[in-house]
């Protein structure tokens, strides 16, 4: 049972397990890319749900069924960023959210 609750349970807004996880998803698979420069770093989690891993789609069936999500450290800063609603936002420990 604790499997299927994992995420939950790490990403608690009222036990505060971990407040530094600011992502998981343990229903998708998939791989991240990482594009490095001297101003940041961003990693782009690509991922398609975990009971497709075994299903044989076509390629374009494949391609539609991927989602990503953009994270990113900036030179110098120890915050974590996300890219949601077209824009960079900050992970925010203390609020257990984006900001």
């Not at 807004?13 to 990482?34: C, M, W, Y």
């Not at 450290?73 to 925010?92: E, F, I, M, N, P």
């Amino acid at each position: 049972g604790l499997a299927y609750g994992i995420d939950q349970f790490f990403q608690s807004k009222e036990d505060k397990t971990n407040p530094h996880l600011a992502f998981s998803d343990s229903t998708q698979n998939g791989f991240v890319t990482i594009e490095a420069t001297n101003q940041e770093l961003i990693a782009t989690y690509h991922m398609i749900a975990g009971k497709l891993a075994t299903e044989d789609l076509t390629e374009q069936e494949l391609a539609t069924e991927f989602s990503s999500e953009r994270f990113r450290v900036v030179a110098g800063s120890h915050g974590l960023q996300s890219y949601r609603d077209d824009t960079w936002k900050t992970w925010s420990p203390e609020q257990l959210d984006w900001v």
